[in-house]
């Protein structure tokens, strides 16, 4: 008689542990950052469908519905976005600077520090050209 073989039990396994628990919500939230691209290319192309197009996506973008969309999708980025900045030192290859190894706190708070920088430079440009 054949002993039978063992079967790993894969039904649930990213539950067990918290790392993969997170994992799996971080690579969720992809979906998220998916869907907004959808959302801006819409806006994209009823700008080039002319004003009226555009005027028409600008008042479903304030629709209550809309809103809750985007409150949701915001939550999500910024998870998404803060679990990217706090793998980063384990992504990356090793720095070091006077010899000495960077701290990987010290590469998340520059990798927070830059985005902060893109952002406000984006609103200031938004700011300037706004009519």
Avoid: C, N
Avoid at 18 to 40: I, K, N, Q
Avoid at 80 to 103: C, D, L, N
Avoid at 122 to 131: D, E, G, R
């Amino acid at each position: 008689m054949k002993p039978k073989s063992y079967v790993r039990p894969m039904a649930g396994w990213w539950r067990r542990d918290p790392f993969f628990v997170r994992y799996m919500w971080r690579e969720a939230t992809a979906f998220g950052v998916a869907v907004y691209a959808v959302v801006l290319m819409f806006g994209a192309l009823r700008l080039a469908q002319g004003e009226a197009a555009f005027e028409g996506w600008l008042a479903a973008m304030r629709s209550v519905p809309s809103l809750v969309l985007h409150l949701v999708l915001f939550v999500s980025m910024v998870y998404h976005a803060t679990s990217w900045f706090e793998i980063m030192p384990k992504t990356m290859p090793a720095m070091y600077i006077g010899g000495q190894r960077v701290a990987a706190s010290t590469i998340t708070r520059a990798g927070f520090a830059a985005a902060a920088a893109a952002a406000l430079v984006l609103f200031a440009i938004a700011w300037m050209l706004k009519p």
